[in-house]
């Protein structure tokens, strides 16, 4: 038996792992390449949010975004399965607080998700919550969604890793993948530094944890503002969109956030900041995910600009990427293409 030809991915974000993943359950062969530690980009943070976007003007963007979502449980707990280790995924839903002037325009919003959405999956205005962790809403009423979903990022980048190897790939850290000397082909997962070469540019965010238990509570959407319960008796808050970054520090913004948190859950006044992050996320210039050929360089790909869906995006990227580096198809949309 021909031994399978080895694909080199450089990155061990979310991108590079789950494409690596897909390449590995469809008999591929992988070695992943990361020049820090895994999960050390933007992957890294605190957030975990993979809420599917406004179902009004419907999109191309939108339809991947959902069928990424909607498959998501599966995929997730085949890696879990594989490696031993959870990724904290979790279909939880979503609470968003509504005014009741704007009923009319939600009404539009409820019938675009029953329009697009599967059937299992509604949008439906609640007038009370029995939920832990319950948003502010000026006329007691919110909407709220059953297809939005959480992971733990941090643990499902280390569930990701344990599937990977146990599935025989190959993990190498504190290493910087040297393209043209790899062998190929190469898949370039590389976030916010990968995208100069495309146009692409990074933009800082901050997130935090705090120590506050209600693992099977839905997430909050609120004011630009994601507050998503987690497995581990955590909260994640996040995030800020920094144009100008002065330092990769966490700063008086992150305290702002942490503030504007609470003033929208006040349950979260006397829960402790116990992780504050900041990074840089990768975005493109259509703020789709870059997906494709290296122009001019055979036999290297991409896979980048995951900006603020990337772990809502991945299963999505990953298949595409498999497609194309295994059996030379193109699925990718044109609005991905790099």
């Not at 995924?89 to 009319?104: D, E, F, H, M, N």
């Not at 693992?215 to 909260?235: E, M, N």
């Amino acid at each position: 038996m021909t031994r399978a030809k080895i694909v080199t991915l450089a990155g061990a974000g979310i991108f590079g792992l789950s494409c690596a993943w897909e390449i590995l359950r469809r008999g591929g062969a992988v070695r992943v390449v990361e020049a820090e530690r895994i999960g050390a980009g933007s992957s890294g943070g605190t957030v975990g949010a993979l809420a599917p976007h406004a179902p009004e003007n419907w999109n191309e963007k939108k339809q991947v975004q959902l069928e990424a979502l909607v498959g998501a449980e599966s995929w997730w707990h085949e890696i879990e399965d594989a490696g031993g280790r959870a990724s904290g995924y979790g279909r939880t839903g979503r609470l968003q607080p509504v005014a009741a002037a704007s009923l009319p325009r939600i009404a539009e919003r409820i019938a675009g998700a029953g329009k697009h959405w599967p059937a299992w999956a509604r949008m439906e205005i609640l007038r009370e919550s029995g939920a832990a962790l319950v948003p502010e809403s000026p006329d007691g009423l919110w909407l709220y969604d059953n297809l939005t979903a959480r992971l733990h990022p941090r643990l499902a980048l280390a569930a990701l890793a344990a599937a990977v190897t146990a599935k025989g790939g190959e993990i190498v850290t504190g290493t910087a993948l040297d393209g043209a000397a790899s062998e190929q082909p190469v898949v370039w997962a590389t976030g916010a530094a990968g995208l100069a070469a495309f146009g692409g540019n990074g933009v800082k965010g901050q997130s935090a944890l705090l120590a506050f238990a209600a693992p099977d509570a839905p997430q909050v959407f609120a004011d630009a503002l994601h507050i998503v319960p987690h497995v581990d008796g955590s909260v994640g808050i996040g995030s800020t969109s920094e144009r100008e970054v002065a330092s990769l520090e966490t700063d008086a913004q992150l305290d702002a956030l942490c503030d504007k948190a609470v003033a929208i859950c006040p349950a979260l006044a006397s829960a402790p900041v116990v992780d504050r992050w900041a990074g840089i996320r990768p975005r493109a210039k259509s703020r789709a995910p870059l997906i494709g050929p290296w122009p001019g360089r055979e036999g290297h790909f991409v896979a980048n600009g995951g900006f603020k869906i990337g772990f809502g995006m991945a299963p999505a990227v990953a298949r595409m990427v498999a497609d194309l580096v295994l059996e030379g198809r193109d699925t990718i949309p044109e609005g991905f293409h790099s």
